[in-house]
């Protein structure tokens, strides 16, 4: 019968002139203008310094705020930090610390060289060192002050599949283990290799991998290499009037491969959603071959959806090598927007009324008064007319309309559509926000919050020079119990801090950064000044978990879209029964007998 | 550390008195105009007939066409598959056929006394048959023409989780199976027994776990127990003025469990989503105990999700007990609409720039000529004025607008929302079907369309009985290969049905049931008169197989919302690689490596 027939790709449609179905040229290699920092976070040409005149300054040309100086910083730091700091007092950092020796056999040795060309094998020790982090403080800390312990022992970047699935062969025949690596951009210690692993560690670097295979302008869809840079994959797509509209705050380094790994979010999720309702389809090298389907449906029901595994899995099943993904057109019209409200509270019940009465535009976030502060002090100094406007508009706020400057928070907005849609949910938007006690605070800022997010994630790296130690970590929580487990985590991180008499004040501060009918995800900055601590990625870790503690708690997730890592696996059994841990073991002992896959996340390291 | 404190279930918010949080009453038994047919499709109180005048009608008052006789039918049927169907041979059902005794060993009914009550055991022949089968038409001929064979030996009605869970444990002491059964509406022969199976098979009727046990108005959240039916659901939460909008043609009697195990679509899916979107979590009892989870995130990202495995599990690895899923605001405006194309490639332009340009109605769908046909021939008599209308009306389309009666289709509508949206979406919609060509044909014909869903579903036990087998068969497919594929699935099954000699002429129809912006869903009816044919039920598995291949070949998925069954699991080699094949085998064997869940649907009756 037909139906027995053996599994085949389905042949794809032929290169249309219309240009409804088009097969991208490859990706050239990237030009020396986009080479990313081994130590920090980042592209080479750009780094948070301070100036001649004292003042911070972001060096390079390629932010907005890149060039500027920011003479409002330091000062302000000082004051919510209650600390002495002194800029001429450095914590230098040791990078590269000690790198251990790769071990690596001959045999596994040769038997790469049989099928990767000498450029495709890197054993050099930075190199290897920045494939076993990704942005932990603890993992910024240890490479620059510490230690970072074992590391991967070579690394491979392998060119097609057919080189992924030979790596497989070799790492089984020669008791090697695989490490995926996509844009080394994760904050939960997914890449740390375990100390006791004895096998030698292949990081699989995807960077190669990066081709847009074809773009399906009819059906909209594209089918992309995993190891797809974001900002790759938004400038490819955009020259053929399309986008796949996922923008995660790493959107310029993490990849496609990443992001299914993660399970990750974009900040305009309201408008295209989160990754796995942009992926349709994952190809995934595993330890048995290769997960595959013969087709791409737009919807199916044909029993369990293996692919949907793939998901969260963190490198511990499998490497993806390609996806299909949805794309859409390029929005007509992009209007940033902005909206002063007098307390989170009040900017907290415009964003529930806003996902009742309207839908929500493509991205949403309400920061807290201390990161409102924050965003203030990265403002550059202005002088003359700027100065003047910015007085003027302060005076209206807190005079005219009066909000008061410890209370008053700030909503940024993305709106992307149509023109007519764009001014539809702006009409609809801010009625909600002024019926809210909000007050329009132009598209000028509501740009600058955005954009900030890029340049922002540069000060953790340069603060710690100064003695400062500083992290993100992020939940999803139901809207009823979202304003008190704000209020829960600071007040125990604040608590947790002053029972350990450490010095001056931590800075703690949250932001709504998406929104959903059911609840919000909420995105916190923990940081405190740590001069004279022997110590401090041990204490941030244990605060991080007591605050952890606390959003459990609270009734917060675990993550919202960092994923688990290795930095939260002991709390999984708190949140998922005992049964669904043993179904993950054992899911994992089946699919990976030999942990091939050796990442260790999820507590997922069985052999 | 706080982080390994053990797993519970987090504290849920006690009832508000604003209503924030309702516990709903349970509800009350079902009263006996609710009673279901154990031989035929639906409700006891409605069926098929040929009145007294020779026309056919639809006995009882529970839809809007109960009680009407339709003069138009059968007349159309002769002339459709060119037969001399005469009402008064009929091919007498002689349901019930043989029902096997049941293989129960008294240590087993012991232990299932030893927890239930009398009330909850049922080991009545005809019950146990009917928790045999779905709504294939193979099944339907079994139990009324030839025999089902292996059937349940004992129906049981868990209360509670815990009876549950003791189930799980009572068959494994015992040696048993269980199948879980919802409301036995499948179309994929899920519920259909081994013959070779020689353990005793305890099908788990899930009907009394109908509870919703918490209304979350809040966060829009809903708690419900898997055995709770769909027109419960939707009444239930009515009365809170909230909806869970999911409405499968299967609505009045499929369950929330059995929708999660099918990965089920609903009618109104552009608005609401499809099951998958709106289940937050489930609760499962497997082997190795209860799948669950602390608490419930709007998203997240915390490791491979589970309990995604268990959509579309159908029954293979355990018995979903609740769910919490998305709720929604009753809509404050409900419109129907219909729209007449001059061809079927006009009215599927139509849909593929509606998902372009505007966002869909809760539902639309597109009939192609035969199902506009077949629509027009379900019409009641009509006199006076109705009939004048009527008249002059199809004077207008054919005459005035040109269309052809053979070769023009109709289009429903169903918009649902705000006043406000749902004349947005008018204008929106129609402006888009008049640059198509369409015709607005008024929100009654819309309306029909739209409820005679739920009628129509009546119509196949009925034909059986005057020897025409029918049934229907879905797909996905993209939007290019959509239009090829419905050709290529008509003009195979014709030539199939030629190639064999059979008698006079097949019903074959297509119709669009959901769009999505990559493709959409392809719904076939196909049917064939079959007096002088000693297996036609064989001969209809022959042919929907034959369609399958022509499907597959064309670019289309195995089952959009159907799922796999035992129907079509032949066919699963050819959609997944062999080691996504392999992969699902070794997950069953290792999540239930007794094979406890022994319903084998999807190939994996595995031991």
């Given at each position: 019968?037909?139906?027995s027939?053996?599994?085949q790709?389905?042949?794809?449609?032929?290169?249309?002139?219309?240009?409804?179905?088009?097969?991208?040229?490859?990706?050239?290699?990237?030009?020396e203008?986009?080479?990313?920092?081994?130590?920090?976070?980042?592209?080479?040409?750009?780094h948070?310094?301070v100036?001649?005149?004292?003042?911070?300054?972001?060096?390079?040309?390629?932010?907005?705020?890149?060039?500027?100086?920011?003479?409002?910083?330091?000062?302000?730091?000082?004051?919510?930090l209650?600390v002495?700091?002194?800029?001429?007092e450095?914590h230098?950092?040791?990078?590269p610390t000690a790198?251990?020796?790769p071990?690596?056999?001959?045999?596994?040795?040769d038997?790469?060289?049989?099928?990767l060309?000498t450029g495709?094998i890197?054993?050099?020790?930075?190199?290897?060192?920045?494939?076993g982090?990704?942005?932990?403080?603890?993992?910024?800390?240890?490479?620059?002050?510490?230690q970072?312990?074992?590391?991967?022992?070579?690394?491979?970047y392998?060119?097609?599949?057919?080189?992924?699935?030979?790596?497989?062969?070799?790492?089984?025949?020669?008791?090697a283990?695989?490490?995926?690596?996509?844009?080394?951009?994760?904050?939960?210690?997914?890449?740390?290799?375990?100390p006791?692993e004895r096998r030698s560690?292949?990081?699989?670097?995807?960077?190669?991998?990066?081709?847009i295979l074809?773009?399906?302008?009819?059906?909209?869809l594209?089918c992309?290499?995993?190891?797809?840079v974001?900002?790759?994959?938004?400038?490819?797509?955009?020259k053929y009037?399309?986008?796949?509209?996922?923008?995660?705050?790493?959107?310029?380094?993490?990849?496609l491969?990443g992001?299914?790994a993660?399970?990750a979010?974009?900040?305009?999720?309201?408008?295209y959603?989160?990754?796995?309702?942009?992926?349709?389809?994952?190809?995934?090298?595993?330890?048995?071959?290769?997960?595959?389907?013969?087709?791409?449906s737009?919807?199916e029901?044909?029993?369990m959806?293996?692919?949907?595994?793939i998901f969260?899995?963190?490198?511990?099943?499998?490497?993806?090598?390609?996806?299909?993904?949805?794309?859409f057109?390029?929005?007509e019209a992009?209007?940033y927007?902005?909206v002063?409200?007098?307390?989170f509270?009040?900017?907290?019940k415009?964003?529930?009324?806003?996902t009742?009465?309207?839908t929500?535009?493509a991205s949403?976030?309400?920061?807290?008064n201390l990161?409102?502060q924050?965003?203030?002090?990265?403002?550059p100094k202005?002088?003359?007319l700027?100065?003047?406007?910015?007085r003027?508009?302060?005076?209206f706020?807190?005079r005219?309309?009066?909000?008061?400057?410890?209370?008053m928070?700030?909503?940024?907005?993305?709106?992307?559509?149509?023109?007519?849609?764009?001014?539809?949910?702006?009409?609809?938007?801010?009625?909600?926000?002024i019926?809210?006690?909000?007050?329009?605070?132009?598209?000028?800022?509501?740009?600058?919050g955005y954009?900030?997010t890029?340049?922002?994630?540069?000060?953790r790296?340069?603060?710690?020079?100064?003695?400062i130690?500083?992290?993100?970590f992020?939940?999803?929580?139901s809207?009823?119990?979202a304003?008190?487990?704000?209020?829960?985590?600071?007040?125990?991180?604040?608590?947790?801090?002053?029972?350990?008499n450490l010095?001056g004040?931590p800075?703690?501060?949250?932001?709504?950064?998406q929104?959903y009918?059911?609840?919000?995800?909420?995105?916190?900055?923990?940081?405190?000044?740590y001069?004279?601590?022997?110590?401090?990625?041990?204490i941030y870790?244990?605060?991080?978990n007591?605050?952890?503690?606390?959003?459990?708690?609270?009734?917060?997730?675990?993550s919202?879209?960092?994923?688990?890592?290795?930095?939260?696996?002991?709390?999984?059994?708190?949140?998922?029964?005992?049964?669904?841990?043993q179904?993950k073991?054992?899911?994992?002992?089946t699919l990976d007998p030999?942990?091939?896959?050796?990442a260790?996340?999820?507590?997922l390291?069985i052999?």
């Amino acid at each position: 019968m037909s139906s027995s027939e053996t599994f085949q790709k389905a042949a794809r449609r032929a290169p249309a002139s219309d240009g409804s179905l088009i097969i991208p040229e490859p990706q050239p290699a990237p030009p020396e203008r986009e080479a990313e920092s081994l130590d920090v976070w980042g592209f080479r040409d750009t780094h948070f310094d301070v100036s001649e005149n004292g003042h911070v300054i972001i060096r390079g040309n390629r932010y907005e705020l890149s060039g500027k100086e920011l003479p409002r910083f330091l000062p302000w730091v000082r004051e919510v930090l209650e600390v002495n700091l002194d800029p001429r007092e450095i914590h230098a950092p040791r990078y590269p610390t000690a790198i251990a020796e790769p071990t690596l056999s001959s045999e596994l040795n040769d038997a790469l060289r049989g099928f990767l060309s000498t450029g495709q094998i890197d054993t050099n020790g930075e190199t290897r060192m920045r494939h076993g982090h990704g942005h932990t403080q603890e993992e910024m800390y240890a490479i620059k002050y510490t230690q970072l312990g074992r590391v991967p022992d070579v690394v491979v970047y392998p060119e097609s599949e057919e080189q992924v699935a030979k790596l497989v062969e070799t790492a089984k025949a020669h008791n090697a283990t695989l490490v995926p690596y996509g844009g080394g951009t994760n904050v939960t210690d997914a890449l740390r290799c375990f100390p006791n692993e004895r096998r030698s560690i292949i990081s699989v670097d995807m960077r190669r991998m990066n081709r847009i295979l074809w773009i399906d302008r009819q059906n909209m869809l594209a089918c992309i290499q995993a190891g797809a840079v974001g900002r790759h994959i938004m400038a490819e797509l955009r020259k053929y009037g399309v986008t796949m509209g996922h923008e995660p705050d790493s959107v310029e380094f993490s990849t496609l491969g990443g992001w299914i790994a993660t399970n990750a979010s974009g900040m305009k999720k309201n408008k295209y959603g989160n990754i796995e309702d942009l992926v349709l389809d994952v190809n995934v090298a595993t330890a048995a071959g290769t997960l595959e389907r013969s087709s791409c449906s737009p919807r199916e029901s044909v029993g369990m959806d293996l692919r949907r595994l793939i998901f969260g899995s963190e490198g511990t099943l499998g490497i993806v090598t390609s996806a299909i993904v949805k794309i859409f057109p390029l929005p007509e019209a992009q209007e940033y927007g902005s909206v002063l409200f007098p307390s989170f509270e009040a900017g907290f019940k415009f964003m529930y009324e806003l996902t009742r009465e309207a839908t929500p535009p493509a991205s949403v976030r309400l920061v807290d008064n201390l990161q409102f502060q924050f965003g203030l002090a990265l403002k550059p100094k202005s002088g003359g007319l700027g100065k003047l406007k910015s007085r003027i508009e302060r005076f209206f706020v807190t005079r005219v309309k009066g909000f008061q400057p410890d209370k008053m928070v700030a909503c940024t907005l993305v709106f992307e559509g149509t023109r007519e849609e764009v001014q539809e949910q702006q009409k609809a938007v801010y009625r909600i926000a002024i019926r809210h006690g909000g007050m329009k605070a132009g598209s000028e800022n509501g740009r600058r919050g955005y954009q900030l997010t890029y340049s922002i994630a540069y000060i953790r790296d340069f603060l710690m020079n100064y003695y400062i130690i500083a992290e993100s970590f992020e939940t999803s929580v139901s809207w009823s119990d979202a304003l008190a487990l704000c209020d829960n985590v600071k007040r125990r991180l604040q608590k947790e801090y002053s029972d350990r008499n450490l010095p001056g004040k931590p800075f703690v501060t949250a932001r709504v950064t998406q929104v959903y009918r059911t609840g919000v995800c909420i995105y916190f900055y923990f940081g405190f000044y740590y001069k004279g601590i022997s110590n401090p990625q041990e204490i941030y870790l244990e605060l991080e978990n007591a605050a952890r503690d606390e959003i459990l708690n609270s009734g917060g997730s675990l993550s919202h879209h960092h994923g688990v890592g290795k930095l939260r696996r002991a709390f999984l059994p708190r949140i998922m029964s005992p049964t669904a841990l043993q179904w993950k073991r054992d899911l994992k002992k089946t699919l990976d007998p030999g942990n091939l896959f050796g990442a260790g996340n999820q507590d997922l390291d069985i052999r």
